[in-house]
């Protein structure tokens, strides 16, 4: 994923947050908006740490990969979590949520031709 793709979902993120979600009192902002980001976040860092540690195998390029570790992501923090933080709450819809947002991070690189995953090789 591109720098500014990552830094512009880093800063709607930390916007909805903080104060877009009570501004606008929009329902999807205010309870799905940041899963769906922190989904497309997680890909990005889980990729830009396998190209920094050498670990091209490691890479989430391919939809049903990103699919299966959103998933996995998802089933932890909306089930194990709450087990160890009294105030976490499930919500089987943030994990539909953190698995669109790895969706978005497929279209995404797919969109640009930098990206593809031909040049990841």
């Given at each position: 994923?591109?720098?500014?793709?990552?830094?512009?979902?880093?800063?709607?993120?930390?916007?909805?947050?903080?104060?877009?979600?009570?501004?606008?009192?929009?329902?999807?902002?205010?309870?799905?908006?940041?899963?769906v980001l922190a989904g497309?976040?997680?890909?990005?860092?889980?990729?830009?740490?396998?190209?920094?540690g050498n670990q091209r195998?490691?890479?989430?390029?391919?939809?049903?990969?990103?699919?299966?570790?959103?998933?996995?992501?998802?089933?932890?923090?909306?089930?194990?979590?709450?087990?160890?933080?009294?105030?976490?709450?499930?919500?089987?819809?943030?994990?539909?949520?953190?698995?669109?947002?790895?969706?978005?991070?497929?279209?995404?690189?797919?969109?640009?031709?930098?990206?593809?995953?031909?040049?990841?090789?």
């Amino acid at each position: 994923m591109s720098f500014s793709a990552g830094f512009g979902a880093f800063s709607l993120y930390t916007l909805n947050k903080f104060y877009l979600r009570d501004l606008l009192n929009w329902s999807f902002g205010k309870y799905y908006l940041n899963d769906v980001l922190a989904g497309l976040l997680i890909v990005g860092i889980v990729n830009i740490l396998s190209i920094y540690g050498n670990q091209r195998r490691l890479l989430l390029i391919k939809l049903p990969r990103i699919l299966v570790f959103t998933l996995l992501c998802g089933m932890f923090w909306e089930y194990v979590t709450p087990v160890y933080l009294h105030y976490s709450v499930s919500d089987p819809f943030d994990v539909a949520a953190y698995m669109f947002g790895g969706l978005c991070y497929w279209i995404i690189i797919r969109m640009n031709p930098v990206n593809r995953p031909n040049s990841y090789n």
